[in-house]
């Protein structure tokens, strides 16, 4: 199964306020994944006239998937979910805001990937920072069967969840789901990318999706390149997913 990596790109904009994609490419090539999972993605760049998502996949070689969650000055803000191997989107949608309503409506992007072991189900998103409420709801939202309950098979949510790991949220969905940082002696904050204190960027496996070798990946340019570091894990089978896998395999050969 292939590398997976998280990462709030934070617009494209760095800690130095230089706004510099290619930093955003680098980081994501010195991750090794080929699976990736963006929040805070801004679609255009009206003062350059370039579409600053669709280069960055260009430059990667990858094809790609966006959520818009809002809308500033004419231009899109969203998640994006991009992929070296083959994908195709499942769907997306906002998730559940208790409280007032934010320029920002927090939202989910599912697509699939066809992996070496068979399909596997990629969820991105990020969660509200402001409401606890609203937090534990979008966990409860993700975990029904309109997300990760619908699963066909392994599956994976990727994000930036605003949720450290003694928080309600993090605990409902880690009590759940497997969670990348569950083994790590450190735990590898992620934010702020200058001085990693808390770890709110995540990757959980469900569905006997089981994730190894995780790490925040701190280098010269993660650290400078936006305000989050990239959060990388690799996904293997575990006999559920395997079996699973295996079983949506023949059904699709069946079928087709």
Known sequence: ???????????????????????????????GARVVALQEVRWSARSQGAHALQALARGLGMDWHFQRTATFGGEQFGLAILSDLPMRPVKGGPLPRLGPALPERRSALWVEVDTDQGPLQVICTHLAVLSRRDRMAQAEALLGPDWLGAAPGPAVLMGDLNAGMRT?????????????????PD??????????????????????????????????????????????????????????????????????
């Open 187 to 256: 735990r590898h904050p992620t934010y702020p990318s200058w001085m990693p204190l808390t770890r709110i960027d995540h990757i959980m496996g469900a569905n006997g999706a089981r994730l190894v070798a995780a790490q925040a990946l701190r280098t010269p340019t993660t650290r400078v390149a936006s305000d989050h570091l990239p959060f990388v894990a690799e996904v293997v089978l575990d006999d559920a997913g395997r079996e699973a896998a295996d079983q949506r395999s023949a059904g699709a050969g069946l079928t087709g």
């Open 168 to 184: 309600a949220a993090y605990r409902r969905l880690a009590g759940e789901l497997d969670c990348a940082r569950s083994v790590l």
């Open 1 to 31: 199964m292939p590398r997976l990596v998280t990462y709030n790109v934070h617009s494209f904009i760095g800690t130095d306020r230089r706004r510099e994609p290619e930093r955003i490419a680098h980081a994501i090539r010195e991750s």
